[in-house]
């Protein structure tokens, strides 16, 4: 696990070759966000270096996710109306910072190519920091809900449908070596931002009233869930399918083809089953605990199927932290009562939870910072200062922009 170099000759060689080729089929960003992100960019100092301006759009959804942590930890905010710990304020700032971050997110590739410094590292970075986000921004919309009218279960189930419309994108270009743009990436943006600026002006209150007999809860796990059937899975598997019968795609054998998927759906298994079986409730005591484990282990998983989709090398069916995730799971849910044994504490399972969050968080860390610095090594480059121009590879020689609209 504390190996130095995390990617292979074949795949340092992959990154090479890497073109990137992309589609976007969204409106909504071709129309409206593009332009916007065009002027936006013109206002940034050339010499900033785009993964600075990703890095600070990820930090600030990580200001969001201890700020509102630390009003309400245990997602009971929505059950204290009358004496609400959630300053008004702070909806206002998750609101801005939200718009904020999705706005440096558009506009860092546009920054590389300004700057002649797109590299495959830019790619791999901006997809990487957006499998973590996914957790935080998801996390946001369930303090504003509460357990009250969301269990933690259904919450769990929920993190699962946002975590596989984000996989499955990469899953896709994984097979048919393009990435097909979600246009519901940038609805989803917008509507959380008005979402909490909503919570600014009107109160939280909102959320937990009925419209039509329906909670907003159930609303928007509804339109989450049905999205990505309707609008997100059908297109990707047809996309696929065509791919391969066209022999466009990557033509791998089905064994190769569908191996990404090992890991999210032993991941989902694994996890759901410590949620269900837990002999003290785990989930309902410590939710944002849970869900940060869940949430680490699955950026690790999403970062190494972006690394072999990217440098087009085989995609790992598991991983270290799927073993020894597996293994704590089994060790607490397991039934010491039908052996004669004592049961389970609930300490001693609340420090396994812990436990596991550090040393998953140190793994990823470690990981990550990794490959970054083997490929900042192999391109020649610097993360987050931008060197002078004869001494990059640059976009000719490192990445070819073949963005298809």
Request: net charge neutral; glycine share 6%.
């Amino acid at each position: 696990m504390w190996k130095k170099n995390y990617l292979s000759e074949d795949e340092l060689q992959g990154f090479d070759r890497y073109k990137y080729n992309s589609i976007d089929t969204s409106w909504l960003s071709k129309y409206v966000m593009h332009p916007f992100w065009n002027w936006c960019v013109e206002f940034v100092p050339i010499w900033v270096a785009p993964n600075l301006l990703t890095f600070s759009g990820f930090m600030l959804t990580v200001v969001n996710f201890l700020l509102i942590a630390y009003y309400d930890y245990d997602f009971k905010a929505a059950m204290q109306l009358d004496n609400y710990p959630i300053p008004k304020w702070v909806f206002l700032v998750v609101s801005i910072n939200i718009f904020v971050a999705y706005t440096l997110d558009g506009i860092d590739g546009k920054q590389a190519r300004r700057t002649g410094t797109s590299t495959p590292l830019g790619e791999l970075f901006d997809h990487g920091l957006d499998s973590y986000s996914s957790l935080f921004i998801m996390i946001y919309i369930f303090s504003l809900f509460g357990t009250h009218d969301f269990p933690v279960i259904r919450m769990q189930f929920m993190t699962f449908c946002v975590y596989l419309n984000f996989y499955l994108s990469h899953f896709e270009k994984y097979n048919t070596g393009v990435m097909f743009l979600p246009y519901a990436y940038d609805f989803v943006m917008w509507g959380c931002a008005i979402t909490f600026l909503v919570a600014f002006f009107f109160g939280p209150s909102i959320f937990v009233t009925p419209i039509f007999g329906f909670t907003p809860t159930f609303l928007t796990e509804i339109l989450c869930y049905t999205s990505g059937v309707i609008s997100s899975h059908p297109i990707i598997a047809w996309n696929i399918y065509k791919s391969y019968r066209d022999k466009t795609g990557k033509m791998r054998s089905c064994y190769e083809a569908a191996k990404p998927l090992y890991p999210v759906a032993g991941l989902f298994i694994v996890s759901t089953s410590w949620a269900l079986f837990s002999p003290n409730r785990i989930l309902s005591h410590d939710p944002r605990v849970f869900f940060m484990i869940t949430g680490t282990i699955f950026s690790n998983v999403s970062c190494r199927l972006i690394v072999a989709q990217m440098s087009d090398t085989k995609c790992d069916g598991w991983n270290f932290q799927l073993t020894l995730y597996s293994i704590a799971t089994a060790f607490c849910i397991f039934p010491y009562e039908k052996l004669g044994l004592p049961p389970l504490s609930f300490i001693i399972e609340k420090w396994i939870l812990i436990l596991l969050l550090a040393l998953f968080s140190c793994f990823h860390f470690h990981y990550g910072y990794g490959i970054v610095t083997e490929m900042c090594k192999h391109f020649g480059i610097k993360c987050f200062t931008i060197k002078p121009k004869q001494n990059i590879k640059t976009a000719n020689e490192a990445l070819s922009i073949q963005v298809e609209s």
